[in-house]
């Protein structure tokens, strides 16, 4: 990746954690009883557009040099590790669901039923609601998974690996070979946008189902375990001298 294109999606993803971590304090502000309703949906639109517009970025970016947002300089290595088609799982916001809503239910019958339950009050019919979006996204993520397989397999197949075996000598320039990459890369800018739109459309509908104060404490509590895994992650990476990724 070029200096310029790394920095712009460095820029683009060091913005994204500064507008968490102002979203997390007004939404950590907002998550009370008494909040009127028409508050916290705006925050939670507020939320879910500040998505939108960081996947249609990282969309623009990668048209110019994708590889380097399937293996991120600007995340840790921990957080490369979890990666899934250059950012996470959408289905991993519903396992976050299920486990806030047993950890709240618990601490709510740890306190007597005297402290105020969010996620932890989900009706039987948020329950199905829920249930039937992780098996879609569960089977949508299969499917773009078998297709990255399919083009990581391409890389060392046909036609490549003709064009690497008539080269006099490694490192040699070959336009074919480049093309070839070209082509590559483009098909891997497609399984970074379906990715994408993936984990948008997952969330839209999650929010959907919820209550808004459900669907505030989710978020509230989706972007702080993003930003202290990032924060615990980097102090990780400087223990074992990997430098200080994501500043």
């Not at 508050?39 to 996947?55: P, R, S």
């Not at 609601?129 to 990581?152: C, F, H, I, P």
């Not at 800018?189 to 404490?217: M, S, Y």
């Amino acid at each position: 990746m070029a200096s310029g294109d790394q920095d712009r999606s460095k820029c683009c993803f060091l913005e994204w954690m500064r507008l968490q971590e102002q979203t997390l304090s007004e939404l950590l502000r907002a998550l009370n009883p008494s909040q009127p309703e028409t508050e916290l949906t705006l925050l939670i639109q507020k939320g879910v557009e500040q998505f939108q517009h960081y996947v249609d970025q990282r969309s623009q970016l990668a048209n110019a040099d994708v590889a380097g947002f399937f293996a991120p300089t600007w995340c840790t290595a921990w957080e490369n590790s979890l990666l899934w088609i250059a950012g996470c799982r959408p289905s991993s916001f519903i396992r976050l669901v299920y486990a806030l809503s047993g950890l709240e239910l618990e601490e709510f019958l740890l306190a007597g039923g005297g402290s105020p339950v969010r996620l932890g009050e989900l009706s039987a019919r948020q329950l199905v609601q829920v249930d039937e979006l992780q098996t879609r996204t569960v089977k949508e993520e299969e499917k773009l998974s078998a297709k990255l397989a399919g083009l990581q397999e391409d890389v060392a197949d046909q036609p490549i690996a003709a064009i690497v075996k008539g080269l006099s000598r490694v490192g040699e320039t070959c336009g074919e070979l480049d093309r070839a990459l070209d082509e590559h890369e483009q098909a891997l800018v497609a399984a970074l946008v379906e990715a994408d739109k993936l984990r948008l459309n997952t969330l839209k509908e999650l929010v959907g189902i919820l209550k808004p104060l459900q669907a505030a404490d989710f978020l509230a509590m989706s972007k702080k375990l993003h930003l202290c895994i990032h924060e615990l992650s980097k102090k990780r990476d400087q223990r074992h001298g990997r430098g200080d990724q994501g500043n």
